[in-house]
């Protein structure tokens, strides 16, 4: 895990350490980068994703795309997963605000994070929303959405944000803007 914090420090410019109890990754509310230390790793588990050299990389990208949404912050969860939590608000009236994750699964890239809508609790008739609040992004398969070359992060934070707006648009008018993904 030292590759991905020692990047983790290039991101931000003098980190500054809040005081304890801390989630492992998150930003400070001047997006400064601030690390604490991972749960340690049971015996017998694998090294994560970004762990490995490529791994360390691409993290660093990510990272460095997701600057972009200043109210995400990273985190590693109990199940050792990473992702990305933060508040979009629609810019639509009154301005509602949606909690996002982006959880990397444990062989990202060969596999596109999920994306969940936390809060609010949507209907479940909401089109182009599959089950667990994920909303429907893309197509399955290669050019028709999820690239694992070049998809980050801050890409599946925008398109969430396309896909809130559809869903505001469709709960005014009944109708679903746009093509079908």
């Known amino acids: 895990m030292k590759g991905l914090f020692a990047r983790l420090r290039e991101i931000g410019s003098a980190p500054v350490r809040p005081p304890e109890p801390l989630p492992p990754l998150w930003f400070d509310d001047e997006a400064e980068l601030v ?20 791994g360390s990389w691409r993290f660093s990208a990510e990272a460095g795309a997701m600057r972009r ?13 990473l992702q990305w939590t933060g508040w979009l608000e ?20 060969d596999e596109a994070p999920l ?18 609040q994920r909303p429907c992004l893309y197509r399955g398969g290669y050019r028709d ?11 599946l934070v925008a398109w ?4 809130i707006h559809a869903f505001e648009t469709w709960q005014w008018s009944g109708q679903w803007p746009g093509a079908e993904a």
């Open 69 to 81: 949404f200043r109210g995400f912050r990273p985190s590693v969860g109990t199940d050792r997963l």
């Open 115 to 132: 994306v969940t809508i936390l809060q609010p609790e949507l209907p479940v008739e909401v089109p182009h929303l599959l089950s667990g």
């Open 145 to 155: 959405g999820y690239d694992p070359c070049r998809t980050t992060a801050a890409t």
């Open 35 to 54: 690390l604490a230390p991972p749960a340690p790793a049971l015996e017998g588990d694998e090294d994560e994703w970004w762990e490995s050299e490529y």
């Open 90 to 109: 629609s810019a639509l009236p009154p301005g509602r605000h949606y909690l996002v994750s982006v959880k990397y699964p444990s062989c990202f890239p």
């Open 160 to 163: 969430t944000a396309l896909w």
